[in-house]
Structures are given as C-alpha cells and as structure tokens.
Nanobody
Framework: VQLQASGGGLVQAGDSLRLSCAAS????????MGWFRQAPGKEREFVAG????????YYADSVKGRFTVSRDNAKNTLYLQMNSLKPEDTAVYYC?????????????????WGQGTQVTVSS
C-alpha cells in the first residue's frame, strides 16, 4: 500500500493550497480517508476525514470553514483544499486510510499512512 501526499509548499497568510494524496495497493473506495498534521514539537492532530462515498466529511474546529476534504474514487485520490491559510497551519500534512467502521479523528483508527508533505505559511 502506498499513499503519496503532494502539493505542499511555502505560502503567505491568506493564500490557498490544494493537497493531493494518491493511493495505490488498496481498494481505495472501501477506506475512510483522513488528513492529519504535525507541527514541530507538537503531537499529530486530526484535520479532516471523509467517508468512503465522499458524502460525509468531518473537520477539526481549527480548520472548519477554511478547509475542504474531497475524494475521487475513480482516480484513487484524496484532496484537501486549504483556503485562508494562517501561520498556525504550518505543519507536515499526512494522509491516512482507515478500514474502521466508525470514527475519523483518532490516529489509531488508520491502517496506512503517507509520507507527509510540508506546508509552511508565513505571516
């Protein structure tokens, strides 16, 4: 199984970025997907999650209204559209796949993880 995250970069506060996560080696449409992030010196935290069919999504309060998670099961790809970025969004962003039947926010629910992509937001 491979989850390849991409799309990170250095942007200014208020800018937008779109992260992608290309999945292979698994039946993508059967897995709940999530985005997590980890800032230096901090624990990994949940950002967003999406159901297998893409119709239900969940967000951390800190990103609600600014970030949008989506997926394209035909392309085996997960996305995270990030708007109105803030310096506190600076972190390594990870995509993850969960075969669990319930829950999105706990890292322990996820079976596979990508390598992460760095997002840096300057003020």
């Amino acid at each position: 199984v491979q989850l390849q995250a991409s799309g990170g970069g250095l942007v200014q506060a208020g800018d937008s970025l779109r992260l992608s996560c290309a999945a292979s080696g698994l039946t993508f449409s059967r897995y709940r997907m999530g985005w997590f992030r980890q800032a230096p010196g901090k624990e990994r935290e949940f950002v967003a999650g999406i159901a297998t069919n893409g119709y239900i999504s969940y967000y951390a309060d800190s990103v609600k209204g600014r970030f949008t998670v989506s997926r394209d099961n035909a392309k085996n790809t997960l996305y995270l559209q990030m708007n109105s970025l803030k310096p506190e969004d600076t972190a390594v962003y990870y995509c993850a796949a969960s075969g669990a039947s319930a829950g999105y926010s706990r890292a322990a629910l996820y079976d596979y993880w990508g390598q992460g992509t760095q997002v840096t937001v300057s003020s």
